[in-house]
Nanobody, 112 residues
Framework: QVQLVESGGGLVQPGESLRLSCAAS???????MAWYRQTPANEREVVAT???????NYADSVKGRFTISRDNAKNTVYLQMNRLKPEDTTVYYC???????WGQGTQVTVSS
């Protein structure tokens, strides 16, 4: 089992940036990772994924604004979020496909 701890959420104004971090308790070198976020329907939708190879994919709603990256030496995955919009407001979760584990979530609020 792996523990995932997200951080970096907060309150920002539209157009500003945030960087979320997801620190894993074990090596993620061979793990595909993802960021999800909660929808108004209380489901989790994928925002971005990064394979162990480094290949990335993004939801259409965040393409060109968000960037997922990983630092295997630090067992950490990041989500750089630029040009934030009010509709990006929700809880963001880190997920490990290899371990099937979720983090506790971090709140992002975009409001003027």
């Amino acid at each position: 089992q792996v523990q995932l701890v997200e951080s970096g959420g907060g309150l920002v104004q539209p157009g500003e940036s945030l960087r979320l971090s997801c620190a894993a308790s074990v090596s993620i070198f061979n793990s595909s990772m993802a960021w999800y976020r909660q929808t108004p329907a209380n489901e989790r939708e994928v925002v971005a994924t990064i394979l162990s190879s480094g290949t990335t994919n993004y939801a259409d709603s965040v393409k060109g604004r968000f960037t997922i990256s990983r630092d295997n030496a630090k067992n950490t995955v990041y989500l750089q979020m630029n040009r934030l919009k009010p509709e990006d407001t929700t809880v963001y979760y880190c997920y490990s496909f290899t371990f099937g584990s979720w983090g506790q979530g971090t709140q992002v609020t975009v409001s003027s």
